[in-house]
């Protein structure tokens, strides 16, 4: 195979599992963080383990980073097929408490960022006149709205509403557009928000909240990277050619839609 793979927010969590399957799947992988430490460990690593992988710093919430992106995948691979906009961040919060500080951040980032790097691939493909795919990161939260994730919850509700919108553009172009929804993965992403829930709560231990969620998880396990790797190794593959629009949770058993 020689198709080409985006994966921002892969030099860890979720986004590193996935950039690991697509690498195994056979894609040639375009790493992309905003952490350049972890960025350049996860290149190392890839590449020492045999993968075709490159990487490019940068900020997802920024327009121009992914024209950016996208050029480094044409320059070091030729083409685009699959740009997954995986990178995304958590604010824990009450509802009251909530700044206008956070809101700008955490929309820039979850949701401009979805629509820059979705905007950025389909011109690629377009440009190519090839078909192409864009996988969305949302989550339980895009289904769901949670107590102290307020915020978080509404980005992930407009991730998955772009992902509609932009799936019915784009059709015509045969460029398909989803969304993958996890439900509690143990990265660093959770490790946060089990600390700052903790912090609001004096009748709660570290460990509680990620405990509390985790236990209500019918198949009685939290969701490792590589069960999120698996739903987007598929829908990145020619097998879910026919599917677009669609907002597909990977939880356990926890949010039922
Ligand atoms: N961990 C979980 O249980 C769940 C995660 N998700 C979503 O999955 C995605 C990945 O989550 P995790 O791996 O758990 O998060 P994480 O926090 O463990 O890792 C996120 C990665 O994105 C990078 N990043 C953050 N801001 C960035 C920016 N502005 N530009 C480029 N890179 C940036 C970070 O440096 C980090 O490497 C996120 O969109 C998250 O909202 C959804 C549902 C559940
Ligand atoms: C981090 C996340 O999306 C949740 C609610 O688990």
């Not at 350049?36 to 290149?43: A, F, P, R």
């Not at 980032?109 to 629509?115: K, L, Q, S, T």
Request: charged share 25%; with cysteine; net charge negative.
């Amino acid at each position: 195979m020689n198709k080409v793979a985006v994966v921002t927010g892969s030099g860890a969590g979720l986004g590193k599992g996935i950039a690991l399957q697509l690498a195994k799947d056979g894609f040639k992988v375009v790493l992309q963080d905003i952490n350049q430490d972890t960025l350049k460990s996860t290149e190392e690593e890839f590449k020492n383990d045999g993968y075709e992988v490159t990487s490019i710093a940068g900020d997802v919430s920024k327009r121009d980073s992914h024209t950016e992106f996208v050029k480094a995948a044409v320059d070091h691979f030729g083409q685009l097929d699959v740009y997954v906009n995986n990178a995304g961040i958590d604010i824990v919060a009450p509802f009251i408490e909530t700044t206008e500080e956070q809101m700008n951040k955490i929309f820039a980032i979850n949701v401009n960022g979805v629509m820059f790097g979705t905007q950025a691939a389909a011109r690629q493909f377009m440009d190519q006149g090839t078909k192409g795919k864009v996988l969305n990161a949302c989550s339980i939260a895009g289904h769901e709205s949670y107590e102290m994730l307020g915020a978080y919850s509404a980005t992930k509700h407009a991730v998955k509403s772009l992902t509609h919108s932009a799936s019915k553009e784009f059709a015509k172009e045969n460029i398909t557009v989803n969304a993958y929804c996890p439900g509690v993965a143990k990265t660093e992403m959770w490790d946060r928000i089990d600390a700052e829930m903790v912090r609001y709560n004096d009748d709660m231990e570290p460990g509680d909240a990620f405990e509390e969620f985790s236990s209500a998880i019918s198949l009685g396990r939290y969701q490792e990277p590589q069960d999120v790797a698996n739903l987007v190794s598929f829908l990145a593959s020619d097998q879910a050619d026919y599917i677009t629009g669609q907002a597909i949770v990977t939880d356990g058993g926890l949010v039922y839609r």
